[in-house]
């Protein structure tokens, strides 16, 4: 059973409830995160979301997203989530968009609506997808992702349709140093 924790609008913790209870058409503030991986020749992972996911199912996406457990430290969870999801490590962590946060609602009803800070990490082993999660990966440059979610929105989580701008002004990207 996985556990989230809730928050207040100033951010402050509440308590925690199942995820499978928290994400509903009335989804009360919790936190996540949203992770970005780069590869050596300065690549960023996106993945597109399994088919059989509750939300979102079939659009691409940021490399990888997840709840932290409540207690759970954030660079934990984020190595945690790489692995289960991913099959990988991730290396060099560094949060670029500390106080993002975002509500979007499904086409299904189900809405997102959490404090979501934003982190870019380079990739410390092979990928190893876990298909119940991802159905596709595909390494672009981040030129080259900016230009498609401008061109087919409709194909891109609207995380990242937020988060990738953000993280270009922000000097996110080009990759971490080695």
Known sequence: ME????LSEDGTELGSARKEDVHTTSTPLHLAFSCYLLNDHGELLLTRRALSKRTWPGVWTNSFCGHPAPGEDMADAIRRRA???LGTRVTDLRVVLPDYR??????SGIVENEICPVYVARIDASLQPEPA???EHAWIDVDGATR????APFAFSPWLQEQLPLLVQANGFPPCPS
């Open 133 to 135: 999660e991802v159905s």
């Open 83 to 85: 692995e289960q999801e």
């Open 148 to 151: 498609a979610v401008r061109s």
């Open 102 to 107: 975002y509500r979007a609602v499904d086409a």
């Open 3 to 6: 556990l989230v924790t809730l």
